[in-house]
């Protein structure tokens, strides 16, 4: 399905599921959490780059640029980093006024 989307020239997203479980049931504190992600990451971009097209361009997904999600689909939720980072300062301010 990869190759044929990437043939069709359909710029690649990724979303990152299943959260809750990284923190509920395996207990991951944050650092392994992270390296999980970024190993996951970095698997798909390796994947990504064996069919490279000159007229797509870079198509790797990277959270940074807004390519990659993060998601609990059993808690009905998902955020970019972009997003998140809003939500989480929005909080933050709201906290600092109450």
């Not at 989307?5 to 049931?25: H, Q, S, W, Y």
């Not at 999600?69 to 929005?90: E, I, K, P, R, V």
Request: aromatic share 10%.
């Amino acid at each position: 399905m990869l190759r044929q989307a990437l043939g069709e020239r359909i710029r690649p997203v990724m979303t990152v599921n299943k959260l809750d479980r990284c923190f509920l049931e395996l207990m991951l504190d944050g650092e392994e959490a992270y390296q999980n992600f970024c190993r996951v990451i970095e698997n798909a971009n390796v994947l990504l780059a064996t069919y490279t097209d000159e007229a797509l361009g870079d198509c790797m997904v990277a959270p940074e640029k807004g390519t990659v999600s993060f998601s609990a689909g059993l808690h009905n939720w998902a955020f970019t980093l972009t997003a998140g980072a809003y939500t989480w300062s929005t909080f933050q301010l709201n906290l600092s006024h109450s």
